[in-house]
């Protein structure tokens, strides 16, 4: 009788002792956040074509803007871009983990070096006929945020004239590419349990960008930005995700990581 | 009694079955120790006389008196203590308080009784010293969740509305108390024996708790080109953290009485219990201290007051050729009351329990359980949301297990 409340006796000791093993998993992890930052302006659309020489590619070219054609859509604008980590339980221990703020990083990527995507939206556009010694294929209508009409040859038809191609910016964040003109770059940040992230986004001015956009009328350019924590969509905790429209600029907003 | 006090005296009294049970199974007491056996025969040499056993209890009296020392150790866990940090209000049906931790440091208590010859009573002396250092921070970063309950309402917290999203609070209370009484028996029977105390008694009694409040991740709009220069410091804007302190200290000394009983269950085991009560009169000095922050436009000689969402509206004007941003500026809202040599009149409610074990001539073991109550030791005063003087008084309550020894030479 004695050994078995002895057995029993062991048997709940090593059921208390197994209960307290101090090796159970800790609650929370890491995490992944991305950001990606977008421009949208009111543009006009144009009708761009394929211009050839015979049977020889000359250029781009583009007529316009299409009457009553003014559209919102993404544009391609150049903004600096700034991402601050704040760690867990320290909040004193601020660190830059992007800074596109040129005088911050040593120089090595220009302040206003991030742009946003292109617009790669296309409608159709009526045919042009042959002006010989040219020929004019591939007809379609796109907004001053696209492709075509950075490196086309614009023929304006409210009197401006004719515009020359101007310089393709390269769509990236912080020198992350995207894999097409239409996709935007997201910057990713490793975050750990408590960790709270601060993204900061402002637009370069308008007089300091390409021309654009449509004359006397107010483009309302927007930047926006939005946040995926591990793959998802996810709303920051306060600030804002949207600028103003006013010239220069920004957003900013802080996601507190659970 | 709140629960856990209830469980200690359960566990009181069960200590005190247990020892019960425990003389039922030792051997009898040596009064009624079974007779020796028949002495061997004539012709062999009679046995040596039995080794006379060390007599258990109390030696009597020297001429000069006796002595007796005792020290118990014990880990007071403070009661009433009323330190509230802040109210957490998360999204959660009902907000919480956020108090101070408590934690239980071990402390001696000390007893020394100088026995008067011919039973003229004792002369008793007691020490004690309680104290109790707490800290806690609280980081959570951009979540301004945190109601300040220790600074003055008004301008504390990132929005003027008290709300915070991180803090540093530390607390200390000390209890130091000296007893020099007369005791005597008052009444002994075979099964019990009882001692009245009655004398002098000193105490000293302090409490400091003091906050910082931090606004850590405000949403600011960016400090970021264009409209700042690439080597702006948003510094001066980042929150100056609010901060109260308050303290409480009293001294005084009066008379006290007490009564304990020692019920004898065994030779060599006892339950003791002891009440002692106290009155004391003495002076408290009360001090507070808050300062809370706010912003303020500068134009020129005026100063406007601005909320947070204020100062963000004059970032997003900020521009390439205009900063209003540098006209932002903190100001401070102070605040403070004092009060000193206020004459107070507090109370002692000293309750202890235990089993003691006889273990070797007059050394013995006790452990048990102890309530020690200060009655109005500490007091806050502090200016309300319209300026009016808040006060309060707080009762300091330790209790907690001991295990003493003592020995009478």
Redesign the interface.
């Known amino acids: 009788m004695r050994r078995g409340w002895f057995v029993f006796a062991v048997l709940l000791a090593a059921g208390f002792a197994a209960s307290c093993d101090s090796s159970q998993p800790s609650v929370g992890g890491s995490s992944t956040a991305a950001v990606q930052i977008d421009a949208r302006a009111n543009v006009d659309l144009y009708d761009c074509y394929d211009r050839f020489l015979g049977t020889t590619f000359d250029r781009v070219v583009c007529t316009g803007p299409a009457p009553g054609s003014l559209t919102n859509r993404p544009v391609p604008w150049r903004y ?3 991402v601050i980590l ?1 760690h ?4 004193n221990n601020f660190e830059i983990v992007g800074n596109s ?4 990083n040593g120089n090595t990527f220009p ?2 070096g991030d742009v946003a995507r292109f617009d790669v939206t296309t409608a159709s556009a009526p045919i042009r006929l042959d002006e010989p010694p040219y020929n004019f294929q591939n007809p379609r209508r796109v907004s001053q945020g696209h492709q075509d009409f950075f490196i086309g040859t614009i023929e304006f038809t409210d009197g401006r004239g004719i515009r020359g191609p101007i310089p393709l910016p390269v769509v990236n964040i912080l020198g992350i590419t995207s894999s097409g003109p239409g996709v935007s770059p997201r910057y990713t940040i490793e975050l750990s349990s408590g960790d ?1 992230l ?1 993204v ?6 308008r007089g ?1 960008g390409p021309d654009i956009f449509p004359p006397n009328i107010e483009p309302s350019l927007l930047l926006g930005a939005r946040l995926f924590v591990n793959g998802a969509e996810t709303t920051p ?4 995700v949207e600028s ?1 429209s ?11 990581s659970d | 009694m709140s629960l856990s006090t209830r469980r200690q005296w359960a566990a009181a009294v069960c200590a005190a079955m247990i020892a019960l049970s425990a003389s039922a199974q030792e051997p009898a007491p040596a009064g009624e120790e079974p007779k020796p056996e028949t002495p061997a025969p004539a012709a062999e040499a009679p046995p040596a006389p039995p080794k006379p056993k060390t007599p258990l209890g109390d030696p009597p009296l020297h001429r000069w008196g006796g002595l007796t020392i005792a020290v118990d150790a014990w880990g007071p866990e403070l009661a009433n203590t009323n330190y509230d940090v802040a109210v957490i209000n998360d999204g959660g049906t009902y907000p919480r308080v956020l108090s101070m931790p408590n934690d239980a440091p071990t402390r001696l208590h000390w007893r020394a009784w100088y026995h008067l010859p011919k039973d003229m009573g004792s002369i008793r002396f007691e020490y004690d010293s309680m104290r109790d250092e707490e800290d806690i921070e609280v980081f959570d970063t951009g979540n301004f969740a945190y109601f300040e309950l220790l600074t003055v309402p008004g301008f504390g917290g990132l929005s003027d509305n008290g709300l915070v999203d991180g803090l540093a609070a530390s607390s200390t209370t000390k209890t130091r108390e000296v007893r020099v009484e007369y005791e005597r028996v008052a009444f002994e029977s075979p099964r019990t024996r009882g001692s009245f105390h009655v004398g002098y008694r000193t105490i000293d009694h302090s409490r400091e708790f003091e906050a910082t409040y931090y606004s850590l991740l405000p949403p600011f709009p960016p400090f970021l080109p264009p409209n700042f220069p690439e080597t702006y410091d948003p510094s001066p804007l980042f929150p100056v953290p609010d901060f109260a302190r308050e303290t409480s200290d009293f001294s005084g000394h009066g008379l006290g009485a007490g009564l304990d009983v020692e019920f004898k269950l065994h030779p060599r085991v006892s339950i003791l219990a002891g009440l002692s009560l106290g009155a004391v009169r003495g002076s408290i000095d009360t001090r507070y201290q808050s300062l809370t922050n706010f912003y303020v436009l500068h134009v020129g000689d005026q100063i406007f007051y601005l909320d947070f969402q204020d100062v963000v509206d004059i970032i997003n004007s900020d521009g390439p050729n205009n900063s209003p941003t540098d006209q932002i500026g903190q100001l401070s809202d102070a605040s403070a009351v004092a009060f000193r040599d206020r004459s107070r009149m507090a109370y002692e409610l000293d309750l202890s329990m235990g089993v003691q074990f006889k273990i070797w001539r007059s050394l013995a073991a006790t452990v048990g359980l102890r309530e020690l109550v200060y009655v109005d030791v500490a007091s806050e005063a502090r200016p309300g949301f319209h300026g009016e003087l808040l006060e309060k008084n707080f009762t300091a309550g330790y209790e907690g297990y001991f295990f003493g020894l003592s020995y009478r030479f």
């Open positions: 600096s871009f700034r704040v867990g339980g320290q909040p703020i040129s005088a911050q302040t206003f709270s601060i900061e986004a402002a637009k370069q001015v300091q905790n306060a600030g804002t103003s006013a010239d220069g600029a920004g957003i900013s907003f802080n996601y507190i």
